[in-house]
C-alpha cells in the first residue's frame, strides 16, 4: 500500500497526460480524478441516483447513462447549481481517490487532480504528501488548447480565465516541472522526481 501520494496538478493543456504517462511507465501507480468523476457517475452508482434526484431525468440519457452536455448546461453560470453538484461528486471522488492510492502497490502513488487549486488545494487533500505542478506559459497552454480543441483565440482565452491563475497553482507547489515542449527535458525532470520520491517515500529523506 502506498501511504506517500503526489498530487499532480496543472492548468488545461498543459501536460498533466504527459507527466501521467512518464511516471506509469515507471511503475508507479496513478489515480486520475478525472477517470474517478466518470466512473463514480455510471449506472447503478449512488452519485448518479443522487444526481437524477437533484436536477431530474432530463440529465439521463434513455439508456440510463449520464447526459454530460445536458448536466453542463443545467448548472453552466450558475453558481448554486454548480455548487450543488460539486458538492454531490467532490466527496465521493476525493475517498475513492484515496483509496486508489493507498491501493497502489508502488513505492508512492501519483494523484492526478485538474482542480485541485480550484477545489480547495491541500485542505481539500489532506493525505497529499507533496504537490507536483507541470506548468507552461500561458501563451504555449493557448496554442496546445486551440490545437486540441480545435476552437478559436477568444474560446481558449476564456477557457483558461475560468481557471486558476499560473501564480495560484505555482503556490500550492512543493515540486515543478516546467512543460515547454522539450520532451527531453520532461523525461528527465520526471527522472529525477522518481529517485526523490523513491527516497521520501521510504523515509529517507525528510
Same mark, same amino acid.
Given at each position: 500500500?502506498?501511504?506517500?501520494?503526489?498530487?499532480?496538478?496543472?492548468?488545461?493543456?498543459?501536460?498533466?497526460?504527459? @507527466?501521467?504517462?512518464?511516471?506509469?511507465?515507471?511503475?508507479?501507480?496513478?489515480? !486520475?480524478?478525472?477517470?474517478?468523476?466518470?466512473?463514480?457517475?455510471?449506472?447503478?452508482?449512488?452519485?448518479?441516483?443522487?444526481?437524477?434526484?437533484?436536477?431530474?431525468?432530463?440529465?439521463?440519457?434513455?439508456? %440510463?447513462?449520464?447526459?454530460?452536455?445536458?448536466?453542463?448546461?443545467?448548472?453552466? %453560470?450558475?453558481?448554486?447549481?454548480?455548487?450543488?453538484?460539486?458538492?454531490?461528486?467532490?466527496?465521493?471522488?476525493?475517498?475513492?481517490?484515496?483509496?486508489?492510492?493507498? !491501493?497502489?502497490?508502488?513505492?508512492?502513488?501519483?494523484?492526478?487532480?485538474?482542480?485541485?487549486?480550484?477545489?480547495?488545494?491541500?485542505?481539500?487533500?489532506?493525505? @497529499?504528501?507533496?504537490?507536483?505542478?507541470? !506548468?507552461?506559459?500561458?501563451?504555449?497552454?493557448?496554442?496546445?488548447?486551440?490545437?486540441?480543441?480545435?476552437?478559436?483565440?477568444?474560446?481558449?482565452?476564456?477557457?483558461?480565465?475560468?481557471?486558476?491563475?499560473?501564480?495560484?497553482?505555482?503556490?500550492?507547489?512543493?515540486?515543478?516541472?516546467?512543460? !515547454?515542449?522539450?520532451? %527531453?527535458?520532461?523525461?528527465?525532470?520526471?527522472?529525477?522526481?522518481?529517485?526523490?520520491?523513491?527516497?521520501?517515500?521510504?523515509?529517507?529523506?525528510?
Amino acid at each position: 500500500m502506498s501511504e506517500y501520494v503526489i498530487g499532480l496538478t496543472g492548468g488545461v493543456a498543459s501536460g498533466k497526460s504527459a @507527466l501521467e504517462r512518464a511516471f506509469a511507465a515507471r511503475g508507479i501507480g496513478i489515480a !486520475d480524478a478525472d477517470r474517478v468523476a466518470r466512473e463514480i457517475v455510471e449506472p447503478g452508482e449512488p452519485a448518479l441516483a443522487e444526481v437524477v434526484a437533484r436536477f431530474g431525468q432530463g440529465v439521463l440519457q434513455a439508456d %440510463g447513462h449520464l447526459d454530460r452536455a445536458a448536466l453542463r448546461a443545467r448548472v453552466f %453560470g450558475n453558481e448554486i447549481e454548480r455548487r450543488a453538484l460539486e458538492e454531490i461528486l467532490h466527496p465521493r471522488i476525493r475517498l475513492r481517490m484515496q483509496a486508489l492510492c493507498r !491501493d497502489a502497490t508502488s513505492p508512492y502513488a501519483i494523484a492526478t487532480i485538474p482542480l485541485l487549486t480550484e477545489g480547495g488545494g491541500r485542505a481539500a487533500y489532506p493525505w @497529499l504528501s507533496r504537490i507536483l505542478v507541470v !506548468d507552461v506559459p500561458r501563451g504555449v497552454q493557448k496554442q496546445r488548447l486551440m490545437l486540441r480543441d480545435g476552437i478559436d483565440d477568444a474560446l481558449a482565452e476564456r477557457m483558461l480565465d475560468a481557471q486558476a491563475s499560473r501564480h495560484e497553482r505555482l503556490a500550492l507547489a512543493d515540486d515543478i516541472v516546467v512543460n !515547454d515542449g522539450d520532451i %527531453g527535458h520532461l523525461e528527465h525532470a520526471v527522472s529525477e522526481l522518481d529517485t526523490r520520491y523513491r527516497r521520501l517515500a521510504a523515509g529517507s529523506i525528510r
